[in-house]
């Protein structure tokens, strides 16, 4: 058999050129995997119950009796999944911690010729390389702004200029507002989001900064790794001031095309926060299909909290922009100006 191991720092650069396997079962690979991993999981999650069940009642033989039983039919499936994942006859292979799953798996892509490295430590390794990684300072410039106000665009368009950009809300499959699911896919799991966003980082350049939007604690159901929050916090935050006329329109233009029941249950969750009459007044808007006064009102709302939350910042890590333009170009370069003048470019 040609099975090889590595560490995970070497995994991980093997990780950029050759594909990955993820023998776990499902329900493992779905709470969080190496990013771009492929699951071909050894058991599935009834099994996976099955042979845990017979390992603590009746020892590891009995357990590897139960699991052979229970895989052998479809190893050949097993393997072909494999197959057409190691389109150059090579696999990238781990499981939790690197053993039985690991070893069992390898063998029987073998079988098939394909050469195998594994993960030593396996998934756990990796996460607690990932926490390691996200609990780092890094040099980051945070731009904040009211709801509305193009950041996320503004971000897209600094990373088309050279600029090292991470669009966390992007990762988060979220807008970050209560009407940010409106048109997303669904959520990953907060585990999962960490992966994402350390696989992002490890390609940036350490000594540049990366720029990333300012958000809450979390991101939708999302949370963010609490260490690498509290390091967004300790960077500079540029902030972009922007009038509700101007952030009006390119608003209208974002969600007026939903359906009046989804913009209405997204009102429903802050309702409280809110306050009745507005939220009330917020829904009768968009009732009579008046959009804009339902996006005026709830404007008024997360600016309010917003500033609010603005207000706990440190005062020496915050720069403040005022603009009368929603011009993605125009305000780019404000921001760009400003953290050149701050020497953080």
Same mark, same amino acid.
């Given at each position: 058999?040609?099975?090889?191991?590595?560490?995970?720092?070497?995994?991980?650069?093997?990780?950029?050129?050759?594909?990955?396997?993820?023998?776990?079962?499902?329900?493992?690979?779905?709470?969080?995997?190496?990013?771009?991993?492929?699951? #071909?999981?050894?058991?599935?999650?009834?099994?996976?119950?099955?042979?845990?069940?017979?390992?603590?009642?009746?020892?590891?033989?009995?357990?590897?009796?139960?699991?052979?039983?229970?895989?052998?039919?479809?190893?050949?499936?097993?393997?072909?999944?494999?197959?057409?994942?190691?389109?150059?006859?090579?696999?990238?292979?781990?499981?939790?911690?690197?053993?039985?799953?690991?070893?069992?798996?390898?063998?029987?892509?073998?079988?098939?010729?394909?050469?195998? #490295?594994?993960?030593?430590?396996?998934?756990?390794?990796?996460?607690?390389?990932?926490?390691?990684?996200?609990?780092?300072?890094?040099?980051?410039?945070?731009?904040?702004?009211?709801?509305?106000?193009?950041?996320?665009?503004?971000?897209?368009?600094?990373?088309?200029?050279?600029?090292?950009?991470?669009?966390?809300?992007?990762?988060?499959?979220?807008?970050? @507002?209560?009407?940010?699911?409106?048109?997303?896919?669904?959520?990953?799991?907060?585990?999962?989001?960490?992966?994402?966003?350390?696989?992002?980082?490890?390609?940036?350049?350490?000594?540049?900064?990366?720029?990333?939007? $300012?958000?809450?604690?979390?991101?939708?159901?999302?949370?963010?790794?609490?260490?690498?929050?509290?390091?967004?916090?300790?960077?500079?935050?540029?902030?972009?001031?922007?009038?509700?006329?101007?952030?009006?329109?390119?608003?209208?233009?974002?969600?007026?095309?939903?359906?009046?029941?989804?913009? @209405?249950?997204?009102?429903?969750?802050?309702?409280?926060?809110?306050?009745?009459?507005?939220?009330?007044?917020?829904?009768?808007?968009?009732?009579?299909?008046?959009?804009?006064?339902? #996006?005026?009102?709830?404007? $008024?709302?997360?600016?309010?909290?917003?500033?609010?939350?603005?207000?706990?910042?440190?005062?020496?890590?915050?720069?403040? #922009?005022?603009?009368?333009?929603?011009?993605?170009?125009?305000?780019?370069?404000?921001?760009? $100006?400003?953290?050149?003048?701050? $020497?953080?470019?």
């Amino acid at each position: 058999m040609t099975r090889h191991s590595a560490d995970i720092t070497t995994f991980l650069r093997m990780a950029g050129e050759y594909p990955v396997a993820d023998v776990r079962s499902p329900s493992e690979y779905s709470a969080g995997h190496i990013p771009g991993a492929v699951n #071909i999981p050894l058991f599935n999650d009834r099994e996976r119950e099955i042979v845990g069940t017979k390992y603590k009642k009746e020892g590891r033989m009995q357990s590897i009796l139960s699991g052979l039983e229970l895989s052998g039919p479809s190893l050949r499936t097993k393997l072909e999944t494999a197959l057409r994942a190691a389109g150059n006859g090579k696999l990238l292979v781990y499981c939790w911690r690197g053993g039985m799953r690991s070893e069992a798996m390898s063998w029987l892509f073998s079988l098939g010729g394909i050469e195998t #490295i594994v993960l030593e430590g396996g998934y756990k390794a990796y996460r607690r390389y990932v926490l390691g990684e996200l609990a780092a300072d890094r040099k980051m410039i945070v731009l904040g702004g009211l709801t509305g106000s193009g950041k996320t665009r503004i971000l897209k368009h600094l990373g088309e200029n050279g600029h090292q950009v991470i669009d966390l809300e992007g990762l988060a499959n979220h807008k970050g @507002s209560a009407f940010g699911s409106l048109g997303q896919p669904s959520q990953p799991s907060s585990e999962q989001f960490a992966n994402l966003l350390c696989g992002k980082l490890l390609k940036c350049d350490p000594y540049k900064p990366v720029w990333i939007e $300012d958000e809450s604690r979390n991101i939708g159901s999302v949370f963010m790794p609490g260490e690498f929050y509290l390091s967004m916090q300790r960077n500079m935050t540029i902030v972009l001031l922007m009038d509700v006329r101007t952030r009006l329109p390119r608003l209208l233009e974002e969600y007026s095309c939903y359906p009046a029941d989804e913009l @209405s249950a997204s009102v429903v969750r802050i309702s409280r926060r809110m306050g009745g009459e507005r939220a009330k007044e917020a829904l009768e808007a968009i009732k009579n299909g008046d959009f804009a006064k339902a #996006i005026t009102v709830t404007l $008024d709302y997360y600016d309010r909290t917003y500033l609010y939350g603005l207000k706990r910042k440190d005062e020496n890590r915050v720069v403040r #922009i005022n603009t009368d333009t929603d011009d993605v170009v125009i305000n780019a370069a404000r921001v760009a $100006d400003a953290a050149r003048e701050m $020497d953080l470019l």
